[in-house]
């Protein structure tokens, strides 16, 4: 409870509902772009928080989790997708889930190119403002976010992005064999999120899902010059 702090929850949540509104809009505009104009004919291609927003998986768990040092975790309404509409449904599905997490790649790189510019051109400095140093610290902080929420979608359990990515790219027998896995996904997923912090033992997916994230931050840190 030491490091109860509204504020800094607050803060965490609003750029996690940033970085998940671009996500949905990925899978939105891609399935617009391969021939599926559902999404944006239900208004979802949108870059409103607002229709991507789910009460409970958006804001009410991942405040708590932020709030009482719990596991952060969370996810906004599903992009509706008509697999009818798609060309190559078994690729094109592939693609728009894989939309998701480049969007935050992408975003990444915005962000700490972003920092990258106002740090070169302007008088901005972390090391001399103690406001400075804050706004420093949330935007690198959002970056961290916007990968591991890349990191994290990949995995290949369904409902998450990861599922369908390795499904399109499996052969087609496989692929069924593979999908019979689906029912099984969210209890694994729960198990996963919830089970190391219950029995107090090491997260080690989570944790290898850090080092990739950290990893990955880095590289693109030191592409645009931030390292």
Not at 86 to 91: D, F
Not at 120 to 145: C, K, W, Y
Request: aromatic fraction near 12%; charged fraction near 15%; charge should be positive.
């Amino acid at each position: 409870m030491a490091n109860f702090d509204p504020f800094a929850a607050i803060l965490v949540v609003t750029q996690f509902i940033i970085l998940l509104t671009f996500h949905e809009w990925g899978h939105a505009k891609s399935a617009d772009m391969l021939g599926d104009p559902t999404a944006r004919h239900q208004g979802r291609m949108s870059l409103n928080p607002g229709v991507h927003i789910d009460i409970i998986g958006t804001v009410i768990l991942p405040l708590l989790g932020t709030l009482f040092g719990g596991a952060f975790f969370g996810w906004a309404k599903p992009v509706p997708v008509n697999p009818f509409n798609l060309k190559n449904p078994r690729r094109d599905l592939m693609l728009i889930a894989a939309a998701g997490p480049f969007m935050n790649i992408v975003l990444t790189f915005v962000i700490l190119g972003g920092l990258r510019i106002v740090l070169e051109f302007t008088d901005f400095n972390p090391r001399q403002s103690l406001l400075h140093a804050e706004i420093n610290r949330q935007v690198v902080r959002m970056g961290l976010i916007s990968v591991f929420l890349a990191a994290f979608n990949m995995l290949p359990l369904y409902p998450l992005d990861g599922f369908s990515v390795v499904r399109g790219l499996l052969p087609e027998n496989t692929a069924r064999q593979f999908e019979k896995l689906s029912p099984y996904g969210m209890p694994i997923l729960m198990c996963l999120i919830f089970l190391p912090s219950l029995f107090r033992v090491p997260n080690y997916v989570f944790g290898f899902l850090s080092e990739v994230s950290y990893a990955t931050f880095n590289f693109i840190a030191q592409i645009v010059g931030l390292r």
